[in-house]
């Protein structure tokens, strides 16, 4: 996978150069770029881009809809997934983190304007602040989240905020990498009471971005 520790990512996604900064060493995980959010990315693109020719697409139901769709993400950090996921068709999108990581985040927003040729939205957010989660406007179609289960104290507050925002034929596209024992059973515990889970295979994901300790979920509203 082409991924680095470097103080820059590069990220192509389709004709598109996306170029993110981050700050490895800030006190806030938010700051640096995470494999989940790349390995998301290019799993979509994957299958956005796929030719109709080609070979049948298992994911045209839920990932071939985009246009006219709304989404928001949760724990954007420096925005790669959510800016990708542009490009690739999701122009209604609200990218979302805590207060202390926004100037991370919007420095990349500003950074990759010219590429994005506008400007997305974004929302402070606070997974157990009922104000900010009203203020979204749920529901949406997609809720985006890329290595956001690390935390157990914040794993119960995670998972409401995608089962209010999602919603009830919407998707919650999830890139995911075990980081606490803790967080991980307690999120998959309360996680499939809410949802159904769909688990992309790993040949599915982009061939260039398939580390093998990270992999993408597919949950929809039982």
């Known amino acids: 996978m082409r991924f680095t520790d470097s103080p820059v990512i590069d990220l192509q996604i389709g004709d598109t150069h996306l170029s993110i900064e981050q700050d490895n060493a800030s006190m806030h995980v938010g700051t640096s770029v995470w494999p ?8 979509v693109e994957r299958w956005l881009l796929l030719s109709p020719s080609a070979s049948p697409n298992p994911y045209s139901s839920s990932l ?3 246009p006219n769709k709304r989404a928001v993400e949760l724990g954007a950090g420096c925005g790669p997934a959510g800016m990708a996921l542009s490009l690739l068709g999701l122009s209604n999108i609200t990218l979302t983190d805590i207060a202390p990581v926004m100037p991370a985040l919007k420095r990349n927003l500003k950074r990759n304007r010219p590429a994005l040729q506008r400007n997305l939205k974004t929302a402070v957010l606070y997974w157990n602040n009922h104000k900010q989660l009203e203020a979204l406007g749920a529901p949406f179609d997609f809720v985006i989240a890329a290595d956001v289960v690390y935390l157990e104290d ?7 905020a995608m089962e209010a925002l999602v919603a009830p034929s919407g998707v919650v596209l999830l890139g995911y990498q075990l980081r606490s024992p803790e967080a991980h059973q307690l999120f998959w515990e309360l996680a499939e009471r809410v949802f159904s889970v769909e688990k992309v295979p790993h040949e599915h994901l982009h061939p260039d971005y398939a580390y093998e300790e990270t992999d993408v979920y597919i949950l929809r509203k039982k």
């Open 36 to 43: 989940c959010s790349l390995v998301l990315a290019k799993f």
């Open 64 to 66: 071939l809809l985009f």
């Open 154 to 160: 914040g794993v119960p507050h995670l998972v409401s």
